[in-house]
């Protein structure tokens, strides 16, 4: 479906009638496993020698459509769908990664993040060394031999941040690893970074894909472009044990990433995700553009509205042509600058605690991009098992509150924050 614009491959992209039954809408295959034709079937099935389905943990028909659908937003090859935004991560480096490798990560990203490539992945021997997302630059000074990809997110969580994925991705390619962009707060409405060099998209589908806040979900989108070959991947380019010496990237091309992150990942870490979440985040992804356009509209009109306020010391937000990121904005996502942003009362930690307490129509939630407006506390929530310096670094200091602008009336988010303001 190449063909059609964002918005028709946002309802239609994957989707076919049901050819049973005729259903417009996907159906929810809620099955754990399906019939082989017959014995032949079956082991072509487990060979890799053709494609379908055997196992919901590994593939499931309302699940590939969500697949597809994704990475024809993104404009990639093939998509991964798999339980959380944590768990895209976790099998995007199990596919990469050998013990002792390295990745070079920004350092501001969200806190769960922070921790699990600080804390869980040194369980595997995989170690993160840290650069700055406002220096480029940074990311180069950090790249050994040992290096595996550089990580950073396309609008950083929680600062709103917009990264500079071009220059990453020449700095990526210049040392012969891939670039991987976590693109759950832009949505591919706002960045395509496949588009800018990026050869790897994650998103947690649990926000702004699904954007309804009923159903967790991640997705891994393939740009099919990266050279593989290099010997630095031995998973992709070595001859596999578990297919018979199988070598996935001289087998698969330019889908080998995403079919040997499904077929080794997934298959044997299980983060497998339930086709009912599927239809969810599927259902989410048909009103993504207008919801978008109405996150990133209301998200300006309160930004503009908090700098104005006495008792606000700082806005954090990109769409502010004050804002350091606001020229990056200006080239990246021109639409709009996203619903999550940063701000900080003349108050600090106390301020921000209160703030939060007193809200009526925000939701005091751990989450963002839902289509209600949401409010947290970071530095007592989401990064609070982070060192006061390293929340600092990731932009959830002591006296930050991070918003997730909703879809209802401007008026009424701003009313809200008046009164918890008083």
Not at 373 to 378: M, Q, V
Request: aromatic share 10%.
């Amino acid at each position: 479906m190449a063909d059609y614009g964002f918005n028709t491959l946002a309802v239609h992209a994957g989707a076919q009638p049901d050819p049973a039954t005729g259903a417009r809408a996907t159906p929810i295959y809620q099955t754990t496993a399906f019939v082989f034709e017959d014995a032949d079937h079956a082991a072509a099935l487990f060979n890799l020698q053709v494609f379908g389905n055997v196992y919901t943990r590994l593939m499931n028909p309302t699940t590939a459509v969500l697949e597809e659908r994704v990475a024809a937003l993104e404009n990639g090859r093939a998509g991964l769908a798999c339980a959380s935004g944590h768990s895209a991560q976790l099998l995007t480096f199990h596919t990469l990664m050998s013990p002792g490798d390295e990745f070079v990560a920004a350092r501001q990203l969200y806190g769960g993040s922070v921790n699990q490539f600080n804390q869980s992945f040194a369980k595997f021997d995989w170690r993160v060394k840290w650069a700055d997302t406002t220096n480029p630059d940074s990311f180069k000074a950090q790249i050994t031999d040992k290096t595996k990809a550089i990580y950073a997110e396309s609008i950083a969580n929680p600062g709103g941040l917009i990264t500079d994925i071009e220059a990453l991705a020449k700095i990526a390619h210049d040392a012969g690893v891939p670039l991987i962009i976590d693109n759950t707060l832009a949505s591919p409405y706002l960045i395509r970074p496949i588009e800018w060099g990026a050869d790897i998209v994650l998103h947690s589908a649990t926000k702004f894909l699904g954007g309804h806040g009923n159903s967790m979900a991640g997705v891994i989108v393939d740009g099919g472009k990266f050279d593989w070959g290099s010997g630095k991947f031995p998973t992709l380019s070595e001859p596999s044990p578990s297919y018979h010496g199988m070598r996935m990237w001289e087998t698969f091309g330019d889908m080998a990433f995403a079919i040997t992150t499904r077929v080794f990942a997934l298959r044997d870490l299980g983060p497998a995700l339930s086709p009912m979440n599927a239809f969810l985040v599927l259902t989410g992804t048909e009103t993504l553009p207008l919801r978008m356009q109405r996150h990133c509209d209301n998200a300006l009109t309160v930004a503009k509205w908090l700098k104005a306020n006495p008792k606000v010391e700082w806005v954090n937000y990109a769409g502010l042509p004050d804002n350091p990121s606001y020229k990056l904005h200006q080239k990246y996502c021109p639409k709009g600058a996203g619903s999550v942003f940063t701000f900080g009362l003349k108050g600090g930690y106390e301020a921000g605690i209160r703030l939060v307490n007193s809200v009526k129509l925000f939701s005091h939630v751990a989450n963002i991009g839902d289509t209600r407006s949401l409010i947290i506390h970071p530095a007592s929530t989401t990064h609070r098992q982070l060192a006061d310096e390293d929340r600092a670094k990731a932009g959830a200091g002591n006296d930050v509150v991070r918003l997730s602008i909703g879809i209802e009336d401007s008026a009424d988010i701003i009313a809200d924050l008046e009164q918890a303001l008083a």
